[in-house]
């Protein structure tokens, strides 16, 4: 296992960590004894598989149901000074309610501290001014030992992003940012400049379904898997620190091992897999489309319907240009189900005619509601929950 410091926590925090949001039994409370017995092996040998691997950051959240329950049957057991114990808990605008439910994530977690505490889900205004009013709390936590470090999650914009950041109150942040994906790179950069940890969330899910990739993303990642190919990219980067596995077996951490022989050697072979991704981009796009489809677009909340047309084209883009398809369809139809961590409206629900006057700044105005249409054709279907609703 490689190591890289986690910003200002001074933490040795190893490239993979173990994300706690896949090998838990429900994704609701339980009672402990409802856990079938081979589910709760299942999270017991995954997770000291992880710590055999030297991955020894372990981490969870309120939201992810059993999660923190199960894992406070193990993480007890391992070496202390090891473990990089991490849990999540969603900001609120009564901060009495914050520390409870943090309260209960320790005790669950069998825990006397956590060493990381994340505000899970600062992705609006609101979220954002809620996590502020709870950071007293978390000043007092660590005052009391229960937290050592303090950062934030998020799926929302860029813009959210750096200014919580710049509000030099957090020592990480858990973001979205793949090949597929690199719109958060200037907050990457502004976590940089203040010494923060940066974790990446779900790389192989939410960078495309990797652990099930079509076979034209295959072909161009050769000779690396798809899965190798988007941890290398990420880990090429000095700035990124750790990528999430979402494993929910032990065997799952295998295939992103392999990139730990790779990265000595990023420089050589990510150059021409990345020039094949492009070069077969814009094969299907065509390069002023490829290179310019972004500019201009406005943003959800100035969009009539709170259509998200920079997702909506962007999912659309990646179904054509590689073959992405199952996964476009599902990230397009959770548009809309779940509140402010998939903001926007899809195609079907508002009325495109109502957009033009709001693309006036797109080289592409005269175009893209004839893309719209095709998108929703292409990757419309049944609303999708997120696995936290299911």
């Not at 609006?124 to 001014?129: K, L, P, S, V, W």
């Not at 990457?188 to 079509?214: C, Q, R, W, Y």
């Not at 969009?303 to 199952?326: E, F, K, Q, S």
Request: glycine letters at 6%; hydrophobic letters at 40%; one cysteine or more.
């Amino acid at each position: 296992m490689l190591y890289r410091r986690f910003g200002r926590t001074e933490l040795q925090m190893p490239v993979f960590s173990c994300g706690g949001m896949r090998y838990q039994f429900k994704w609701q409370d339980v009672a402990p004894d409802e856990v079938p017995n081979d589910q709760q092996a299942n999270l017991e040998a995954t997770i000291r598989r992880s710590f055999e691997l030297g991955m020894y950051h372990i981490e969870t959240a309120r939201g992810y149901g059993s999660s923190e329950m199960q894992l406070g049957n193990i993480l007890p057991k391992l070496p202390r000074e090891k473990l990089i114990a991490q849990t999540k808990v969603a900001p609120v605008a009564d901060p009495n309610e914050f520390r409870k439910t943090f309260e209960t994530s320790l005790s669950y977690l069998k825990l006397d501290y956590v060493d990381l505490l994340g505000l899970h889900g600062i992705n609006d205004t609101e979220t954002f001014e809620d996590a502020l009013r709870c950071l007293d709390v978390v000043r007092s936590l660590q005052e009391q030992g229960k937290v050592r470090h303090v950062g934030f999650s998020t799926h929302g914009s860029t813009e959210i992003i750096i200014k919580a950041i710049e509000t030099n109150q957090f020592d990480y942040v858990n973001l979205h940012w793949y090949y597929i994906n690199q719109l958060n790179w200037s907050a990457i950069a502004a976590a940089t400049a203040h010494d923060m940890g940066v974790f990446i969330i779900s790389p192989t899910n939410k960078g495309g379904n990797l652990h099930e990739p079509p076979a034209r993303l295959r072909e161009l990642c050769a000779p690396l898997s798809p899965v190798v190919f988007n941890d290398l990219f990420c880990l090429s980067h000095s700035q990124v620190h750790t990528l999430s596995i979402g494993a929910a077996k032990p065997t799952d951490f295998d295939e992103h091992l392999k990139t730990l022989a790779w990265i000595d050697r990023a420089d050589e072979i990510l150059p021409p897999i990345i020039h094949r991704l492009e070069q077969a981009a814009i094969e299907r796009l065509g390069e002023d489309w490829f290179k310019r489809w972004h500019v201009g677009l406005p943003s959800v909340d100035e969009t009539p319907g709170r259509l998200n047309l920079h997702t909506v084209i962007w999912l659309r883009n990646l179904a054509i240009a590689y073959d992405l398809v199952d996964y476009a369809k599902m990230r397009y139809n959770l548009l809309g189900q779940a509140s402010h961590w998939f903001p926007g409206a899809r195609v079907s629900e508002i009325d495109l005619e109502a957009l033009r006057p709001v693309l006036q700044d797109s080289p592409f105005r005269d175009r893209i509601l004839d893309v719209l249409r095709e998108a929703d054709q292409l990757l419309g279907g049944e609303t999708v929950k997120r696995l936290s609703q299911q």
